[in-house]
C-alpha cells in the first residue's frame, strides 16, 4: 500500500511504521508526508515541518496558563486541562494544509492521554490556525488507560486508506474539507456558526461538534450533502442536525447552503430532535 499526502507518495514501509506508530503509540520522530504548497498563500513561501512545530508550540503556549492547556472539547461538552507532552507527527497535504498530531496528558491524571490534532492553513508567510480536534482519548484498562480512536475520524484520516487513483474522482473527504473549511473560516468571535432558521427566521448562533459520515451524493443535481452535529452554546442536551448542501458548478467543492434538518424540542423534560424535512422521492448514492 503507498499513501500520498498533496502530490508526494510515501513507500510500504513509511507508511506501515507510521500508522503503527499512531495505532499503538510508539515513540516516533516528526514524520513529514509530502511538502505543502500554501493552500491560500499570497506568497510563494513554503513550509516545513519545523515551521508547523513552531506554530503548534505557539498555539499551546497562547492557550496556556502555569502549564495547562485549556481546550474545549465539543464531543463531551467540556474543559479538558492537559499538559503538553510532545509533537508526535506533522503531515503536510497540499491544497489541504498541515497537520500536527499532539500528545497531552490529564493535568491531574497523567496517565490519562489524548491525541489531538491542530489543523493549520498557509496564509501568506503565516500559518493559520484553522481548527483543533481531538483524534484519540483515553479509555479506562485496570489501573491504567490506553488511547482509542474517536469516531467518527477527522476527514484529514480519510486520504491515508485511499487507493492513488482514488484522487482523480470527488471523494467523500473532499466534500467534508469543503464544509470543514466553511465552518472555520465564517465562526463568529466566539467561535459559534450563526445559522439561519428558515422557519423563524431567526438566526442562532451554534457550536460545532461534529461532521457525520457518510456523504451523499444526489443523482439528479450533482450536489453533495452532508449531516453534522452542532449544540447549542452553553446547553447539555440541545443538539441541531444541520445540513450542508455542496456542489462544484464553478469547478471547486463550495458550500451552496446551510439548513436546519432537525431542531432540538423538550417534551417531559427530555430534548429530542424534530426533523423539517425529509429526503423522500431524492434518488441518492452515498460517495465513498
Known amino acids: 500500500m503507498t499513501v500520498r499526502s498533496g502530490d508526494h507518495w510515501l513507500s510500504t514501509a513509511q507508511a506501515t511504521a507510521i500508522a503503527l506508530a499512531l495505532c499503538f503509540g510508539a515513540a516516533a520522530p516528526v514524520v513529514l508526508l509530502g511538502v505543502a504548497t500554501p493552500a491560500i498563500a499570497t506568497t510563494e513561501a513554503d513550509f516545513t515541518e519545523a515551521d508547523v512545530n513552531a506554530a503548534t508550540k505557539k498555539v499551546v503556549d497562547a492557550r496556556s496558563k502555569d502549564g495547562v492547556f ?22 503536510g497535504m497540499k491544497g489541504w494544509g ?38 484519540k482519548g483515553p479509555k479506562r484498562d485496570g489501573d491504567g488507560y490506553y488511547m482509542i ?11 491515508v486508506q485511499e487507493h492513488p487513483g482514488d484522487m482523480e474522482v470527488t471523494r467523500a473527504w473532499h466534500v467534508m474539507s469543503a464544509i470543514h473549511n466553511y465552518i472555520a473560516n465564517n465562526k463568529d468571535a466566539n467561535g459559534d456558526l450563526e445559522v439561519k432558521d428558515d422557519k423563524t427566521g431567526e438566526t442562532v448562533p451554534l457550536e460545532f461538534v461534529e461532521i457525520h459520515q457518510p456523504v451523499r451524493h444526489l443523482k439528479k443535481d450533482g450536489e453533495y450533502f452532508v449531516c453534522t452535529d452542532f449544540r447549542k452554546p452553553g446547553s447539555q442536551d440541545e443538539y441541531y442536525d444541520i445540513d450542508f448542501w455542496v456542489d462544484e458548478k464553478t469547478g471547486k467543492l463550495a458550500v451552496k447552503e446551510v439548513k436546519m434538518h432537525k431542531v432540538p424540542v423538550q417534551e417531559d423534560g427530555i430534548w429530542t430532535q424534530v426533523p423539517r424535512y425529509n429526503f423522500d422521492g431524492m434518488e441518492i448514492e452515498v460517495t465513498n
Open 98 to 135: 498541515w497537520f500536527a498530531n499532539v500528545i497531552f496528558n490529564d493535568k491531574d491524571e497523567p496517565k490519562k492521554q489524548y491525541a489531538i490534532d491542530f489543523w493549520f492553513k498557509p496564509d501568506g508567510k503565516e500559518l493559520t490556525l484553522m481548527d483543533i480536534r481531538v483524534q
Open 149 to 159: 480512536t474517536r469516531q467518527p475520524v477527522a476527514w484529514w484520516w480519510l486520504p
Open 70 to 91: 485549556v481546550f474545549r472539547d465539543p464531543k463531551l461538552n467540556a474543559d479538558l486541562n492537559l499538559t503538553f507532552d510532545k509533537i508526535k507527527v506533522v503531515r
